[in-house]
């Protein structure tokens, strides 16, 4: 009977996980490794991450500088950074690519902002189907009594609520990360 329940939080806690992820991509004014944790780079006819390429430092909190391991593909890891659209332009050096994070305008803060506020709410739509799916396996179950059912459906919803005050939680921070100038 709680197998239900069960398969349903780990299928929450994954979006959350992925929750968190999306989130890490947004900028916050601060430069951050995890900026260019998407970046696929060409690497001898396969695309691969670029931490995988690179070692990936910042420096003084408005730069980072991607060091490759092998040299000849810096031109390579400049032009992945400029094609991934994420405001950056990168200063392509001999054995090293730098990156001057700019400061974030209040403007953009505030698009930022409500792009975490959507990544939450999808996030919290996900959970909410996770709960419906997961009601309907226990509904169809003919082998649970009535006031096991009731129990079930009841610890269902709990689990979502937790679920989603998490999400709203983290969502909250990061929003707050991006507005704190």
Do not use: W
Request: charged letters at 30%; proline letters at 2%.
């Amino acid at each position: 009977m709680a197998e239900y329940l069960e398969i349903a939080e780990e299928k929450m806690m994954d979006t959350v996980d992925n929750l968190e992820s999306n989130l890490r991509v947004l900028r916050t004014g601060r430069a951050s490794a995890s900026l260019l944790e998407r970046v696929q780079v060409e690497y001898y006819g396969s695309m691969m991450p670029i931490n995988q390429l690179a070692r990936i430092q910042v420096l003084e909190g408005t730069q980072l500088v991607v060091k490759p391991y092998d040299r000849s593909i810096t031109k390579a890891i400049g032009h992945a950074i400029a094609a991934a659209n994420l405001g950056l332009n990168p200063l392509t050096e001999a054995d090293l690519v730098r990156i001057n994070v700019p400061q974030l305008t209040q403007e953009r803060r505030e698009q930022l902002a409500k792009e975490a506020q959507k990544y939450g709410e999808e996030a919290k739509v996900a959970i909410r189907n996770i709960r419906r799916n997961c009601n309907e396996s226990i509904k169809k179950d003919k082998t649970i009594t009535e006031d096991d059912r009731d129990g079930l459906l009841e610890d269902s919803q709990e689990l979502t609520d937790s679920y989603i005050k998490t999400v709203e939680d983290t969502v909250n921070k990061k929003k707050k990360e991006i507005l704190n100038v």
